[in-house]
């Protein structure tokens, strides 16, 4: 999987992946507007602030997005999503183990966090997999029900 900036024509396909408003609340965590056209959906995403990642196929077809930034001193990972047509396949993984690779080089971090809801267990178990561990978080999590997953390198 290549990682590289998102294009419009990426992000038109990722706003294919989420059926309804609970699916991408899910994903986006809060003040994600639903319904979104182009324009909201990347405005909300951030692109400007948050480094984002298309991951691609060697055939270039769009199998993953993923974001990060510095949280709490951490590289922190967010709205983490595989291709619903190749889910499955362990791409979160790699996903996952490329972006923690290029944002704690960046960050010049060590180590690598996330938030997921409680409910989401697939996404625990496979981060469980990666070495994520669940701990406190240092103040209250904006979010109900929601998890902070720690992976120290």
Known sequence: ??????????????MT?????AQLAIWSGPDF??????SSFKYDLKLTSLQSFSGLSAQRELL?????YLREGKCHLGRLVVNPE???????????????????????V??????V?????????????????VENYPTK????NCLYMVHRS
């Open 1 to 14: 999987m290549d990682l590289i900036a998102p294009s419009d024509k990426h992000i038109r396909q990722l």
């Open 17 to 21: 992946w989420f059926e309804d408003e």
């Open 33 to 38: 507007r639903y319904p979104f056209d182009l």
């Open 64 to 68: 993953a997005f993923g974001q990060y």
């Open 86 to 108: 190749f889910r499955g396949q362990g791409l979160i993984t790699e996903l996952i183990e490329k972006l923690s690779a290029v944002g704690r080089r960046e960050l010049a």
């Open 110 to 115: 060590s180590t690598s966090s996330l938030f």
């Open 117 to 133: 809801f409680s409910h989401n267990i697939r996404a625990i178990t496979a981060y469980e997999k990666l070495g994520f561990m």
């Open 141 to 144: 999590i904006p979010l109900d």
